[in-house]
């Protein structure tokens, strides 16, 4: 493999952006000839670039260009908003609309993106919400699980978009004072670094376990926890963001709690299909109030987990999926 070159950074300001510039060029032309190569060398019929790194996009573009294959763009998040450094929001926002517009077809998770670049860019995407194996014959576990504690667990990452959700949770179990309440975290995160981003109090933490395991965590727990920050510095990027973890907390069973913006894509789906409590502000005691809620009504936590099945089986589903997957593919090639 060739060895990546790049032009030393200097401390002077002006001379130092040029640099950057020039080495973010340099890195996707060399990405870009590598790629090019691999889809000659595997005989590919098509490129499908995704959102999750800042190159992949232009390179996708420019590999697929080179080699003469349609171009298709699977956007996990908002490409030009994602960004939290000026120079790579600048450069997704000014080369985003020629990629996005370039593409046989785009994909997005869910429906406030898919509004979102059609209103930007003119496209209209294909809404593919993240997928989930749905196969579990296991019966429902009786709620709660054991008498002596209630459990709200919550899998995944934890970072800045969801720092500030958490400590509203834990201030609001703070301020019920209900011994069986506990907040169970299964994260790769280490614990001292929650706990410096104040994530204390009546919680217990979890090593990132695999996904055979957090099923079944998650069919076990009482309260699924779904958060998104409310003080973010990337809104635009919480309100059309889609976790990953959506489905699988729709297809456990179990009453979901979706702590989120009441602007953004969790709160609206939730609450449009009545999948689960919606807490859509960062007021502690309105979060207060959700709890109590999900506590003293059974039957409608029933509801909400029936129709979370049934939603789980219609957007989430691997075979719904890859049906407009193939759609989408087939769609370009006539």
């Known amino acids: 493999m060739t060895a990546k070159r790049s032009i030393p950074i200097t401390n002077l300001p002006g001379i130092r952006t040029a640099q950057s510039a020039a080495n973010m060029i340099m890195q ?15 005989k590919c019929s098509a490129l499908i670039a995704c959102t999750g790194d800042l190159y992949d996009l232009p390179v996708g573009y420019l590999a697929s260009r080179w080699a003469k294959l ?32 370039s593409a046989k077809g785009v994909i997005v998770p869910n429906e406030f993106l898919r509004d979102e670049y059609k209103e930007r860019y003119g496209i ?3 809404v593919i919400h993240n997928p989930c194996d749905l196969i579990d014959s296991k019966p429902l576990l009786p709620w709660p699980a054991e008498p002596s ?14 720092y500030n959700a958490f400590r509203n949770l834990l201030a609001a179990l703070q301020l019920m004072g209900d011994a069986r309440l506990k907040l169970h975290l ?18 217990e933490f979890h090593p990132h376990l695999s996904l055979s395991e957090i099923t079944e965590v998650q069919r076990r727990a009482d309260i699924l926890f779904l ?15 889609a976790p990953g973890k959506m489905g699988e907390y729709l297809a456990s069973g179990r009453p979901v709690l979706a702590h989120a913006p009441k602007d953004s894509f ?3 789906y939730f609450r449009t299909y009545n999948t689960g409590q919606v807490a859509d502000c960062a007021d502690r005691e309105a979060l207060v109030q959700a709890l109590k809620q999900i506590l003293d009504e059974p039957a409608m936590r029933r509801q909400w987990c029936e129709n979370a099945l ?15 997957f193939l759609k989408v593919l087939n769609a370009s090639a006539g």
């Open 266 to 268: 969790v709160s609206w």
């Open 70 to 101: 349609p171009f298709f763009i699977y956007a996990f998040d908002d490409y030009a908003r994602q960004w939290i450094r000026p120079g790579q929001r600048l450069f997704a926002e000014h080369f985003g609309p020629i990629i996005m517009r």
């Open 124 to 126: 209209v995407p294909v």
């Open 149 to 162: 504690e209630i459990k709200i667990v919550y899998t995944g990452a934890i970072y800045h978009a969801n």
């Open 310 to 324: 049934g939603r789980a089986q219609k957007d989430f589903s691997l075979s719904a999926a890859h049906i407009k």
């Open 227 to 241: 958060p998104l920050a409310f003080n973010s510095s990337i809104p635009d990027v919480i309100r059309t963001s």
């Open 186 to 203: 299964y994260t790769s995160q280490p614990v001292a670094e929650l706990e410096e981003k104040g994530i204390l109090g009546p919680v």
């Open 28 to 42: 996707i032309m060399q990405r870009t000839r590598a790629t090019y190569h691999i889809l000659r060398k595997e």
